[in-house]
């Protein structure tokens, strides 16, 4: 469905007062609080990517974010509660298994796909579950604990990078949605782990800031990442995603400078560029490049920057960006997921990433 083009003058408010403090805004939350009344979207901060917030039961509020993102129909959105009470206006059926990942990881970003007794398909996108998370950030806290239990997915246009900073989300929405409140750069910056918690085993659907050590080290157990030639258990992780303009091209890590990928990203930088291409580079070590972005060493710091660096490049028109990847620990899986789902090819012989459906 293509992205409808609303007729409203978007405000952007400050989520906190003072600006500067951790404190909700009254103005942002009255604000926000009359627009969900009145069944419109507002994009509001959470501590992962900020999310284009409408009340969960209400299906006109929820159909409206579809259509403002331009998202496909059979992709079911996360609710966000305040709390574990507000699981009970959703159906959603905590299991023992749940209630243990709940009680250690939430408010935070986790979500948990859950059984569900109510009928919400225009959240669930007619599936017999729900996915559920409490998020930990205060003005998302605030305004769920006014409202009700808020859908929400990522408020970037359908297929691009998810929005961590106010600005990202201006680039993609203006003019779509009424509101945007700001909370400056977003602490994780990256989606949250998506768990199915219905049955006595835990299954990874999608690895987010909560890492699967995390995960395992409470169940005593060692949590795997679906494969990626799996048929796709969470619809969303079947379309291509969080691609910025440019083409991103993706190569292993390289453990020195003479390793077999360095010489591989340097060389490719250097015919790209003599081939006319405006190249960026985000690589541990300087390579020649119109633009290079050094990664840090810390993965954290890593997942808060590259949807940031993606959208950055793309704002400079670059052609192409070549990215060496990162270890597949921690936090770095799901920077890595990210970076796969967004490059059109994998360098070192791993051609294009394979995918079902491409947006
Ligand atoms: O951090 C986040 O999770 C952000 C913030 C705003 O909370 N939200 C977010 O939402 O990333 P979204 O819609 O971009 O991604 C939700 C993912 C999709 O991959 C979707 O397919 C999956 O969760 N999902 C939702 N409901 C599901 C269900 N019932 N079963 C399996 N997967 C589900
Ligand atoms: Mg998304």
Known sequence: MPPQTSPYETRIVSAFEPPASRRPSPRALQLA???????????????????????????DAVAAIFEIKGRPLDNPLIAH??????????????????LRLARRFWPGPLTLVLRTRKQLPWVTAGLD???????????ASALIRRAGPLAAPSANLSGLPSPTRASHVVADLSGRVPLILDGGDLEHGLESTVVDARSETPALLRPGAVSAEDLGELLGCSIEAPSRREPARSPGMKYRHYSPRAEVWLYAPASDPSSASARELASDAAELAAAGQSVAVIARRPVTA?????????QRQVAKMLFIWLRELDALGVD????????????????????????????????????????
Do not use: C, K, N
């Not at 579950?129 to 003005?139: D, F, K, T």
């Not at 633009?291 to 060493?297: D, G, K, Y």
């Open 33 to 59: 609080t009359g627009w969900l009344e009145r069944h419109v979207p507002v994009v509001i901060p959470t501590e992962t990517v900020y999310g284009l917030a409408a009340p969960a039961l209400s299906r």
């Open 81 to 98: 509660v305040a709390d574990l009470q507000q699981l009970d206006l959703l159906g959603a059926e905590l299991t023992p298994l749940a």
């Open 129 to 139: 579950s729900i996915a559920v998370r409490q998020p930990a950030h205060e003005l």
């Open 290 to 298: 119109h633009h290079f972005i050094q990664l840090p060493a810390d």
């Open 320 to 359: 192409r960006i070549l990215v060496e990847g990162v270890e597949r620990a921690g936090i770095g899986r799901a920077v890595m997921d990210r970076l796969e789902r967004a490059a059109s090819r994998l360098a070192g012989g791993g051609g294009a990433p394979p995918r079902e459906v491409e947006l």
